[in-house]
């Protein structure tokens, strides 16, 4: 199955605010958004509020009706730089985050499932993590589930899934395991919360837009990240919630050439395995 090819996309640009001067850019994109987007900024409202100078918001609406200027301007303070863009027609997760990033020019990206809420301030210990280690080229924290319980704290590849796997999903937030309360790296960090060097993000070419509508393109990106010599960190201080699900997307006719595709590239080549070595050994 070819790439899409999406030159007919058109980019409509629907808010421009501020100077994007701001350390990261954090970067949505919205699909059957309109109910959580509002949630989302919302949560971040106290991040924007005592650290004005540490984000931009950036927001793109992949071929959906939804107006976001009204929420941006009702729940992100006027001295947070924003950008909006509404895109011509659905093209997916990984073309629509592509599209957010190359809005904003701020060292950090951020990237962030419209689903998601703020525990707390959840990008200063990721933006502290990258900081403190010049040879790691992204993080993410401890991700809850609406009801409290873990959603991800990092994945490991499961051959019987074909897929990695969120470790210890599902069981109690203060389990009382190394794996979820202390730092450390992992090969793979879901894209729902994922801050990454937009050097490295760039020097990856950004998601691969070969996977269609959503799925592995976040695991791909990870494992080209760790093929280019790069530490993905877990940072146990960055906690938020994933609400998981809200576009529809989540069992859609793309998602078995995605794991195809992913398994072609980096199971059949001994990559995975040799990435999660490479990690078990540098930890030891």
Known sequence: ????????????????????????????????????????????????????????????????????????????????????????????????????????????ILLLNADVQARDDFVTPLVEALESNPEAAAAGGLILDPRGRIHSCGSEYNPASLCYDHVHRDCPADLDDPYVREPGERDMLTAAVFLVRRRDFEDAGGFDEAYVQAYFEDTDLCMKLRHAGKKIL?????????????SGVSSHKFYAHNRDLFHRRWVETGLVYKFAEERRTSEA
């Open 1 to 108: 199955m070819p790439a899409p090819d999406f030159d007919d996309v058109l980019v409509e640009p629907l808010l421009e605010r501020g100077a994007m001067d701001g350390k990261v850019d954090v970067v949505i994109p919205c699909y059957r958004a309109e109910r959580h987007l509002p949630l989302l900024l919302k949560s971040m409202n106290a991040i924007f509020t005592a650290t004005p100078e540490l984000c931009n918001v950036i927001v793109v609406i992949d071929g959906d009706d939804y107006e976001p200027e009204e929420t941006i301007l009702a729940h992100v303070p006027e001295n947070v730089s924003a950008r909006a863009a509404k895109l011509s027609k659905n093209t997916g997760y990984a073309h629509a985050s592509n599209v957010g990033t190359e809005l904003g020019r701020a060292p950090y």
């Open 234 to 246: 877990y940072v146990p201080a960055s906690i938020s919630m994933h609400e998981c699900g809200h």
